[in-house]
């Protein structure tokens, strides 16, 4: 049987018990089962439930301002939400306050750098092409899995053929190939762990 914070449906029912559940919950845990059981509606990719998820996130921040460690995810999962909802301007907002925050307590890193650098490029948003660059520049070095770095090198091909920087594209370009075509993901232990199992469509096309 699934954790109690971990439901896939949202019934009336399933409302009263998560937080009949949640009010006897150690009060120091609440923000991370609310965050969790949001993700977990998210996921479902549902629209009724991503309004619940929605919700849950939002008593969330409310609740338990100080709650750092659980913070910066649930402001990446609201961008997750809007994105999915294809409301485009508010997701980029709220994946910048996840990354704004990580400046400040960069302790738990997410993996809002990666959507906000993807939804810029999507909507071609020009203007914040430079940033972009500085964010996934700074990123680079502690990437670890072949499909980030697929993606990382990718975009930033993308923004310096913008630039017209012809040679260092197509620098990026060949490492974002390579990483797509990677077999192992160099880690002993879990060497098909992060590997490139389907490309990018939207992002070969721009390549």
């Known amino acids: 049987m699934a954790d109690w914070y971990r439901r896939k449906t949202w019934t009336k029912i399933d409302e009263e018990e998560f937080f009949v559940k949640l009010g006897r919950a150690r009060k120091d845990g609440r923000a991370q089962y609310l965050k969790i059981q949001a993700i977990e509606l998210v996921d479902t990719k549902d629209k009724k439930l991503l309004k619940v998820a929605d919700m849950l996130l939002n008593k969330m921040l409310t609740e338990y301002p100080d709650d750092n460690f659980n913070k910066g995810s649930a402001l990446h999962t609201l961008g997750n939400i809007y994105k999915e909802r294809e409301e485009n301007t508010?997701?980029?907002?709220?994946?910048?306050?996840?990354?704004?925050?990580?400046?400040?307590?960069?302790?738990v890193k997410t993996q809002a750098y990666l959507d906000y650098s993807e939804l810029i490029i999507k909507t071609?948003?020009?203007s914040k092409f430079g940033e972009v660059e500085?964010?996934?520049i700074e990123r680079q070095p502690k990437l670890l899995f072949p499909?980030?770095?697929?993606?990382?090198?990718?975009i930033l091909s993308?923004?310096?053929?913008?630039?017209g920087k012809t040679e260092r594209a197509f620098f990026y370009a060949e490492l974002a190939e390579q990483n797509a075509n990677s077999e192992?993901?160099?880690l002993r232990y879990h060497k098909k762990l992060g590997l490139?199992?389907?490309?990018e469509t939207w992002l070969d096309k721009l390549l």
């Open 90 to 107: 508010i997701a980029i907002d709220y994946y910048k306050k996840a990354l704004d925050f990580e400046t400040v307590y960069p302790n």
């Open 124 to 126: 071609n948003d020009t």
């Open 134 to 136: 500085d964010i996934l």
């Open 147 to 154: 499909l980030e770095k697929y993606i990382v090198n990718s």
């Open 158 to 163: 993308i923004i310096n053929k913008h630039n």
């Open 184 to 186: 192992t993901s160099g």
């Open 196 to 199: 490139v199992n389907k490309r």
